[in-house]
């Protein structure tokens, strides 16, 4: 087989581009900015400056600087661009527009597919970093016509979420904030008893979604399930076996 190279490319096999806040967390494994939540290469992406703050107060100033990363990534070869914060929602169209490989900034995408699945009547609970932040700009900017099936609950009262990932302390533990979003996710699903699927908009979710389904009985879908779909369009898997 023959290959032949890109020009001002040095690596390769990166088939999923990450765009990163600057959020200095430590980000444990099934965190979507941790390389070992996946069985496949992605290319981070760090863009100096997009701070938690700034993406919860929607400062659409950093659109350009998020449309140079993708376009670095692009250049290296990713073959779809996704994110690390739900709330970047608020850049998809910018960055869909610069670039020619598929984008999907948010996980809150999923949410049209999920309102196929719901029975009648039912409803989906997000839980999100900040509730007070996820208005109908982000879920707009996402593609989602709000209504009364979403029902949306926050951590940005959690203790030690907020100390973790607000404030950067430094530290993060684990079983804290597995405790915060199961409670979070039990005092949603016992006040809205219709609920019949979750979504954990936060990238630093997915490490939490098994004690989400165990403790609801729900499915949870959450970034990383987001970004598995993607890398299998672009990577679709080639099949062998027998009959």
Do not use: W
């Not at 004690?211 to 779909?229: C, H, K, N, W």
């Amino acid at each position: 087989m023959l290959y032949r190279g890109k020009p001002d490319q040095v690596s390769y096999g990166e088939a999923i581009g990450i765009i990163l806040l600057e959020n200095y967390v430590p980000f444990i494994p099934g965190d979507v900015a941790n390389a070992t939540s996946y069985n496949f290469p992605v290319r981070f992406q760090r863009v100096p400056g997009f701070t938690v703050e700034r993406i919860f107060a929607h400062d659409m100033s950093l659109v350009d600087a998020l449309v140079r990363a993708a376009l670095d990534l692009e250049g290296n070869g990713v073959r779809a661009i996704t994110g690390d914060c739900g709330f970047m929602a608020l850049y998809q169209n910018a960055i869909k527009a610069a670039v020619s490989v598929p984008v999907c900034m948010s996980s809150l995408s999923q949410i049209a597919f999920m309102r196929t699945m719901l029975g009648k009547g039912e409803k989906i609970g997000i839980i999100t970093a900040n509730s007070e932040s996820l208005d109908d700009q982000v879920l707009g900017a996402a593609g989602i016509v709000p209504g009364p099936d979403l029902v949306i609950a926050g951590l940005e009262k959690a203790d030690h979420f907020v100390s973790a990932v607000f404030r950067e302390e430094g530290e993060l533990d684990s079983e804290r904030i597995k405790a915060e979003v199961v409670a979070v996710a039990k005092a949603m699903t016992r006040s809205h008893t219709d609920i019949g699927l979750i979504l954990l908009e936060c990238s630093l979710l997915p490490p939490y979604a098994a004690a989400v389904r165990e403790s609801t009985g729900l499915p949870v879908f959450d970034y990383l399930t987001m970004i598995r779909q993607l890398y299998d369009a672009v990577v679709p898997r080639s099949y062998s076996g027998y009959l």
